[in-house]
């Protein structure tokens, strides 16, 4: 099934940074459901800018089980990105891992995997990290895009997706916030513009107006040792940090990105983020920004559209 994407100066997009995927050969019902879908939140195209693509539509995967409980919004982010989503139950994946290496993009959702028992995220990480390592590792190595957010970035560094030692030895971690209160609210991003993070990277231009919301009560990223830390600065593997100090997290980290920046994690749920009507001060916004992409979309489209100028 093929795909067009078109860059539009009415959506407030410039020619050479920003693309709106849109799928073409779905059956009739698909489609209007993803146009439908797509005027809520775009409801102008320019239809003389278009680019079309001979290869297939991306394919998503993303991983719910027991207690996650933002798999449906992740799954809405992506298919809005230009993904074809499926949404497939840890247990599935344990008893046919090989099934992965059919997904163009991996994701991780937030929630409380099994109740957060233990620790948060260490039953799913335990699993995962058992069963599921082998063909995560072969797809990192085929350029798959992967995201991780709040429960399931607490999974990625636990199992060593993130940062992305090559041993895959936890080094960083995502522990109790430092006021020991779970915080539940909108905060101000500011994305580190020279890291390579595919995900990321197109969100300098909103400025002041990146906002995601945040809910975790073990949000405090933390690193190993002084030298990881200084690691992840020289690499720009730092994606995404705290305008101000929400949690006590080292250097304000929100976000980290692997090596390649095709792997991120996050504790900010942009999945929550993919409609202006959603900001918390939506109302207050000038008609062109309205007219923009959510900065919450702007990261899966981002990753999709990286999928699709792949050419291996």
């Excluded at 195209?45 to 719910?64: C, E, S, T, Y």
């Amino acid at each position: 099934m093929p795909f067009r994407f078109s860059s539009s100066p009415c959506m407030g997009m410039s020619d050479d940074c920003e693309y709106l995927l849109v799928p073409n050969g779905h059956p009739p019902d698909r489609l209007a459901n993803y146009m439908h879908q797509l005027i809520s939140i775009l409801p102008v195209m320019d239809q003389n800018r278009v680019l079309r693509l001979n290869m297939p539509m991306p394919k998503a995967l993303v991983i719910r089980t027991a207690g996650t409980n933002c798999d449906v919004e992740l799954c809405r982010a992506f298919t809005l990105a230009g993904a074809d989503v499926e949404l497939v139950h840890l247990d599935r994946l344990l008893a046919k891992p090989a099934q992965i290496a059919d997904f163009d993009l991996v994701g991780f959702p937030g929630g409380f995997s099994y109740g957060d028992d233990i620790a948060s995220g260490r039953i799913k990480a335990m699993h995962t990290r058992e069963k599921l390592m082998p063909q995560l590792l072969e797809s990192a190595q085929r350029g798959v895009p992967m995201i991780g957010i709040c429960n399931g970035f607490q999974v990625m560094v636990q199992i060593g997706l993130l940062p992305g030692s090559k041993n895959q030895e936890p080094s960083v971690a995502l522990t109790d916030n430092d006021h020991g209160r779970f915080i539940d609210q909108w905060v101000e991003m500011k994305p580190n513009a020279d890291s390579n993070c595919i995900w990321t990277h197109r969100l300098a231009a909103f400025g002041d107006e990146i906002l995601y919301p945040v809910a975790h009560g073990e949000g405090r990223l933390v690193t190993k040792d002084s030298a990881v830390l200084e690691s992840l600065k020289a690499n720009n593997q730092i994606a995404l940090q705290y305008a101000t100090d929400i949690n006590g997290s080292v250097e304000g980290i929100a976000g980290i990105c692997d090596p390649t920046g095709r792997i991120f994690g996050l504790m900010p749920h942009p999945e929550r983020a993919l409609d202006w009507n959603r900001h918390p001060f939506w109302t207050r916004l000038d008609a062109q920004t309205k007219k923009s992409q959510p900065p919450g979309l702007r990261i899966f489209t981002s990753a999709v559209e990286a999928v699709a100028r792949q050419t291996v």
